[in-house]
């Protein structure tokens, strides 16, 4: 069984600024998203950054102006709601299984459940994830802070280089970045969990499209 243990603003964490922000906490349950270089066409990607705009504004902030600054001023519940919302938009977009979907196919989708179960418990605690046909959602947590960026990138660098000696390709295979978000309670855990166990389905996807994996916790 899993020990659980949840974001607290009180204690140390760390905290990485790329395209977007990222922020870690040793021990502390991590939800993750990354997906292929092409899940989300330029015409998905202009409408997931109007809707954001609009979803801004409505809390009186100026998307054109440094909106992650103000986002950071607004109080905390009305804050995470601000950033569950966006997060769930491009979630959504996702799940429409734009792009070529190249992990529907099983032996590709191996590679990603393989890897991501081969170091656990060891380098990481893995507790839920679901590799789709154009994305992966995680959720797991670190020994150290600063190893939650280093793992993800190791994840992607192993499985784009075994994907591309299959597909005999080269180059990028994931997007640059991706998303990750500290979860701050039990209920935040089991809306993330039964969103991984529920991907699937509402992507209206057949067993063999995706892998989907789930550990006992406490």
Aim: glycine share 4%.
């Amino acid at each position: 069984m899993t020990e659980l243990n949840f974001f607290d603003p009180g204690q140390e964490f760390f905290v990485v600024e790329r395209r977007l922000p990222h922020r870690a906490q040793a021990g502390v349950v991590c939800f993750m998203t990354y997906r292929t270089r092409d899940s989300l066409p330029s015409a998905v990607v202009e409408r997931c950054l109007r809707e954001r705009e609009d979803l801004l504004r409505q809390y009186g902030i100026d998307p054109a102006g440094n909106w992650r600054a103000e986002l950071n001023r607004l109080k905390s519940a009305v804050r995470h709601q601000v950033q569950w919302a966006v997060s769930e938009r491009w979630d959504d977009a996702l799940d429409d299984c734009h792009g070529s979907c190249m992990l529907k196919r099983p032996v590709l989708s191996k590679i990603v459940a393989d890897n991501l179960r081969h170091l656990d418990e060891t380098d990481y605690e893995l507790m839920d994830f679901v590799v789709m046909p154009n994305h992966v959602h995680v959720l797991a947590s670190f020994h150290e802070a600063e190893s939650m960026l280093k793992r993800v990138a190791s994840w992607r660098r192993y499985q784009a280089r075994k994907i591309n000696k299959v597909l005999r390709e080269s180059g990028h295979f994931w997007q640059e970045d991706g998303f990750d978000h500290l979860v701050r309670s039990p209920e935040q855990f089991e809306h993330y969990r039964r969103y991984i166990a529920n991907n699937p389905t509402k992507a209206r996807l057949k067993q063999e499209e995706y892998v989907l994996y789930s550990k006992p916790h406490s």
